[in-house]
Nanobody, 127 residues
C-alpha cells in the first residue's frame, strides 16, 4: 500500500531547530519530486519547498523560509527531510509532504500539482 508518513513535529522554542521526515512505503520515493507544504489554522495550505527526483533541483516557494529551511532526500532510506532552523512562531503549522508523479518540481507550490499526500505532522513554535 502506497503511503507517506511525516514525523518529527513537536513543540519547540523560537530560534530552535527541527528536522521533519517524510518516509515512503509501498513505492520507491526516489523516482519522484517531493514537496513540503504547511497549513496554519485559518489559513490556506502553503507550499514550502520541493526537491526533484535526483536532488538536482530544489525549489523554495516560500520566501519566508529561505535561508532557514533546507529540503533533502536520502534514497537509501526512502525518505525526504525538511531541516528547519531559526524557527519563528509564524512557522507553526501542520506540515505535509506530498509526492508528484513526475521527477521535477512545479514552479509554484500548488496542491493540485501533487497527487499523493501524508497525514501531516504538527509543528508548534512557542515559548
Amino acid at each position: 500500500q502506497l503511503q507517506l508518513v511525516e514525523s518529527g513535529g513537536t513543540l519547540v522554542q523560537p530560534g530552535g531547530s527541527l528536522r521533519l521526515s517524510c518516509a515512503a512505503s509501498g513505492f520507491f520515493l526516489g523516482g519522484y519530486a517531493v514537496g513540503w507544504f504547511r497549513q496554519a489554522p485559518g489559513k490556506e495550505r502553503e507550499g514550502v519547498s520541493c526537491i526533484s527526483s535526483r536532488s538536482e533541483s530544489i525549489t523554495n516557494w516560500a520566501d519566508s523560509v529561505k535561508g532557514r529551511f533546507t529540503i533533502s532526500r536520502d534514497s537509501a532510506k526512502n525518505t525526504v527531510y525538511l531541516q528547519m532552523n531559526s524557527l519563528k512562531p509564524e512557522d507553526s503549522a501542520v506540515y505535509y509532504c506530498a509526492r508528484r508523479r513526475v521527477g521535477y518540481c512545479s514552479s509554484a507550490g500548488v496542491e493540485y500539482a501533487f497527487e499523493d499526500w501524508g497525514q501531516g505532522t504538527q509543528v508548534t513554535v512557542s515559548s
